[in-house]
């Protein structure tokens, strides 16, 4: 789940990319593929004005992200012997999947509605990379409607988070 995030976050950046020639910079690293979330994230600050609650769950996110993948054995409280280490262990992976799921939700969401609008036409290159990523992350997960179709639960899903939350993501200028 981390690295389709990281892809996710990837697919955005190249959509909120313009013509400019530091985001031409930008585009190579990205198809590069070399850059942290860290490094992605600062990145996206650096373009776009996200709402603060999810610029809250992202920095959790990045927060959690590198403990787990740096120093989650470090901690204290993490001890799968016991049982309450094995409550604090699941609580964390809770916390840890449900603010990834949010950022899975949101940049898709986006990248739905960038890729309806005709602004958000790309480059050959960045076009190739962007579905790349894009057919990646679908191919490789188990998806849950819900009890929808997933026609219906696209809909709504697309619906909702292109309302509710895309538009309160600004362009730096």
């Not at 959790?60 to 993490?78: P, S």
Request: aromatic share 8%.
């Amino acid at each position: 789940m981390l690295q389709k995030i990281e892809a996710l976050l990837r697919a955005v950046l190249i959509l909120a990319t313009n013509d400019s020639e530091s985001d031409a910079n930008l585009r190579r690293l990205l198809r590069r593929d070399r850059e942290t979330m860290g490094m992605l994230l600062r990145h996206m600050n650096d373009r776009v004005e996200l709402p603060q609650d999810f610029a809250d769950t992202l920095e959790q996110l990045l927060e959690k992200r590198n403990l787990f993948v740096h120093k989650l054995f470090l901690q204290d409280w993490f001890d799968l012997k016991t049982q309450e280490g094995l409550d604090r262990a699941n609580e964390f992976m809770s916390d840890l999947l449900a603010r990834g799921s949010i950022a899975i939700r949101v940049c898709v969401g986006y990248a739905i509605a960038r890729t309806g609008d005709e602004s958000a036409s790309l480059p050959m290159e960045e076009r190739e990379a962007f579905d790349r990523i894009i057919r990646r992350i679908f191919s490789t997960a188990i998806p849950d409607f819900g009890g929808k179709t997933p026609d219906e639960y696209l809909k709504d899903f697309t619906e909702t988070v292109t309302s509710e939350f895309v538009p309160r993501i600004q362009e730096k200028t």
